[in-house]
């Protein structure tokens, strides 16, 4: 009788503080996107590719979209709605916006001690012109001690809940004013439980390619925490080559996934060693659209909303299908589940997965860019009383949470 091998898993159990995370794989936060209904439904793709399977889909980290921390002081109704989580989300992560320790304290205290997440993950990529031009988001870290300031405060008022607070970045402002190595080293030393690096600068935007080798020279720089990696990962495939790469603990998939949530199927059978991988019918593929709607609705508590929302995840979902222009058009106009439920049986539902076609990129890529700045940024890491005062202005250039 010939006996069969069980599958050598790519990468251990990803540890994140008191966090084991079975599959090493985090959803990246994304506006608008990873609200609690597109996290149900990423749960169960995950959960379904898990050699341990289970309902609650606990098998990876999905992070919410990003929330700032003085509109969650405040309790401004959007963002209390932003935080919330399904019953069975285990760990519940937030990710926080911030530019001022003070804030930062007060929002992550909150979060702590009302017992409404289980992860901090803190946002110092992003790489928007109304961010940068206030000194936040991508353009933070070149103020060093401002950067130390906010993940020491998030750190402190975490820690006496145990509640892991990790830190995701770029490289960087442009090639010419890099970060994240120092940011890397300064994190790890305040107590941030992890990193996480989208190996693109802020002046790259989405734009180009991903620097995979600036993840390798973080994982050299920071050796007590785990560091993931994050940019261009599209499949399975690449997020495996990637971790051999460069050595990395874990990766963060954000665009990736849009329009196919099943990618985090494939993603923990790859990590576990598995051949399986998800290739839908549209009839399949229609269906999921579907059920997204559903939970937008039960999340917005509003049809027409929800409606509204998927419109822009409608031609992820269809990437690659036969489906004509004027249809998805229509598509793109949908106001009701019956009306979504109308138009798709109009479509030839029995299309096999297209392959290629449906393959790679997806999302916005854009070109590379001049990074916006407060007038006088790059002139010194210290932050002067000028600045000072500009910065705290920049969570009011964050609209939603």
């Not at 995950?46 to 289970?54: D, E, F, L």
């Not at 390619?209 to 020279?217: G, L, P, V």
């Not at 839908?280 to 917005?300: G, I, K, Q, S």
């Not at 002067?384 to 939603?400: N, Y």
Request: some cysteine; overall charge neutral; hydrophobic content about 40%.
């Amino acid at each position: 009788m010939t006996e069969t091998l069980a599958p050598t898993p790519v990468l251990p159990p990803l540890q994140i503080g008191c966090h084991t995370i079975e599959s090493p794989v985090v959803l990246a936060p994304m506006a608008g996107i990873t609200n609690r209904a597109f996290r149900r439904l990423c749960r169960r793709y995950g959960a379904a590719g898990s050699a341990a399977g289970g309902a609650s889909g606990a098998t990876s980290l999905y992070v919410s979209e990003m929330i700032t921390s003085r509109a969650l002081v405040e309790r401004t109704p959007l963002t209390m709605r932003l935080i919330e989580h399904d019953a069975d989300e285990q760990p519940r992560s937030i990710q926080l916006y911030s530019v001022d320790p003070a804030t930062t304290a007060r929002a992550v205290h909150i979060l702590a001690s009302e017992n409404r997440c289980d992860h901090i993950d803190l946002n110092f990529g992003c790489p928007v012109p109304k961010v940068t031009r206030r000194g936040g988001g991508a353009a933070l870290p070149w103020k060093t001690e401002l950067f130390r300031g906010i993940v020491s405060a998030a750190v402190r008022e975490a820690a006496p809940y145990d509640i892991p607070v990790t830190v995701k970045m770029r490289k960087g402002i442009d090639d010419d004013h890099l970060t994240f190595l120092e940011a890397g080293r300064i994190a790890e030393g305040e107590g941030a439980a992890a990193v996480a690096l989208h190996a693109r600068t802020a002046a790259q935007a989405y734009s180009g390619t991903a620097k995979w080798e600036a993840i390798a020279q973080l994982k050299q720089t920071v050796t007590s925490i785990p560091v993931l990696g994050n940019g261009d990962i599209w499949s399975a495939e690449d997020a495996v080559r990637m971790v051999r790469e460069t050595g990395c603990d874990g990766v963060v998939v954000g665009r990736g996934c849009l329009g196919r949530p099943w990618l985090f199927t494939d993603l923990a059978a790859a990590f576990a060693g598995r051949p399986t991988r998800v290739q839908p019918t549209l009839r399949e593929v229609t269906d999921t659209l579907r059920l997204h709607t559903v939970y937008l609705a039960e999340f917005f508590e509003d049809e027409r909303k929800a409606c509204r929302d998927i419109r822009k995840h409608i031609a992820w979902y269809l990437k690659g299908f036969r489906v004509g222009s004027h249809l998805r058009a229509s598509l793109g106009l949908v106001d009701s589940l019956t009306a979504l439920d109308d138009l798709i049986g109009t479509l030839e539902l029995d299309q096999p997965w297209p392959g290629d076609a449906a393959e790679g990129q997806r999302g916005r890529a854009g070109s590379e860019r001049h990074v916006v700045l407060p007038e006088g940024w790059l002139d010194s890491q210290a932050l002067d009383d000028r600045l000072r005062a500009e910065v705290a202005q920049a969570e009011l250039s964050v609209s939603g949470g």
